[in-house]
Every structure is written in structure tokens, then in C-alpha cells.
């Protein structure tokens, strides 16, 4: 934590085309990240919510793109941030790596499609939830989206 009581987590799922979800950057309960003998504990209950948005908004996402006959391999990176003073989640930014660039329309109906997601809805009016679309290039390098 900062000196403000403000303090900002990350968190990186990918979502394979079989539908698994996979952690990529895991996070430790224990700010100090060891337990005991040094073991992490597993995951903070923000950590939790961050990985339970992350699950259902890019479940939702890879069923759009199932159904457009689009590339489903999906990165999402979740960041956070904590307001210390007030005991909360100040904001939560998902950024949704697609190997596909989407049209205009699509992006539309994508977006429409995710704020159905159980999860997101229960965050809505509490926490902030901002998406942002990315495109990976074969090799799952970011790419911005105009670089198509």
C-alpha cells in the first residue's frame, strides 16, 4: 500500500480454443508472498473477482467469436485499483486480446453481448468496469487494433 492507502494488483488469464482458462501471472495472498515456509497462499478475495470477471467476460467473448467462425484463443489482463481510505475497488480495467480484428459492428454487438455477463452486472454501479479490445498477431503479440 501507498502512502495514500491507494494500492494497483494485475492479473493475466488466457483462454485457450478448447475453452480452458489458464492463469498466466499468478498472484499471491500474502502481501509479503510467502506463507510459512515460503509457499504462496493462492489467491485474495479481489484476486477472485478479478479471475471470476475475467472467466465469464471472455467466455462470453469466445462464444461470440464461435459463432462468427472467428479465432477463439483469448488473452485478458485485468488491473485493479484499491482505495485504501474507503476499503474498496476504485476500478477494474479488462483488456481483451483478440486474434481477430473485429469490425466496427462487431465490436458493437461484442461489447453488448459482455455487459450480459452475470459478473460484470453484479460489479455494475459498485465497481467501474472498463473494457478495452486488442488484436494478437500469430505469435500473440499485441497489436493495436488499427494495426490490423
Known amino acids: 500500500m501507498s502512502d495514500h492507502g491507494d494500492d494497483a494488483a494485475s492479473l493475466t488469464l488466457?483462454?485457450?480454443?478448447?475453452?480452458?482458462?489458464?492463469?498466466?501471472?499468478?498472484?499471491?495472498?500474502?502481501?509479503?508472498?510467502?506463507?510459512?515456509?515460503?509457499?504462496?497462499?493462492?489467491y485474495?478475495?479481489?484476486?477472485?473477482?478479478?479471475?471470476?470477471?475475467g472467466c465469464c467476460m471472455t467466455e462470453f467473448a469466445r462464444r461470440f467469436l464461435e459463432?462468427?467462425?472467428?479465432?477463439?484463443?483469448?488473452?485478458?489482463?485485468?488491473?485493479w485499483?484499491?482505495?485504501g481510505r474507503h476499503c474498496r475497488i476504485s476500478r477494474m480495467d479488462l483488456?481483451?486480446?483478440?486474434?481477430?480484428?473485429?469490425?466496427?459492428?462487431?465490436r458493437h454487438?461484442?461489447?453488448?453481448?459482455m455487459n450480459h455477463c452475470p459478473v460484470h452486472q453484479a460489479m455494475h454501479g459498485?465497481?467501474?468496469?472498463?473494457i478495452h479490445l486488442e488484436r494478437l498477431d500469430?505469435?500473440?503479440?499485441?497489436?493495436?487494433?488499427n494495426d490490423g
Open 67 to 79: 459463432r462468427r467462425g472467428l479465432p477463439q484463443t483469448l488473452i485478458a489482463t485485468l488491473d
Open 95 to 106: 483488456t481483451l486480446r483478440l486474434a481477430t480484428v473485429l469490425s466496427d459492428e462487431d
Open 14 to 42: 488466457c483462454r485457450t480454443t478448447e475453452g480452458r482458462v489458464r492463469i498466466l501471472h499468478p498472484c499471491s495472498a500474502d502481501p509479503t508472498g510467502s506463507a510459512g515456509e515460503g509457499q504462496p497462499l493462492g
Open 44 to 53: 485474495n478475495p479481489v484476486q477472485h473477482l478479478a479471475i471470476a470477471l
Open 138 to 145: 500469430d505469435e500473440g503479440r499485441r497489436l493495436a487494433e
Open 109 to 113: 454487438i461484442l461489447d453488448r453481448m
Open 81 to 83: 485499483k484499491l482505495d
Open 126 to 130: 459498485n465497481v467501474p468496469v472498463h
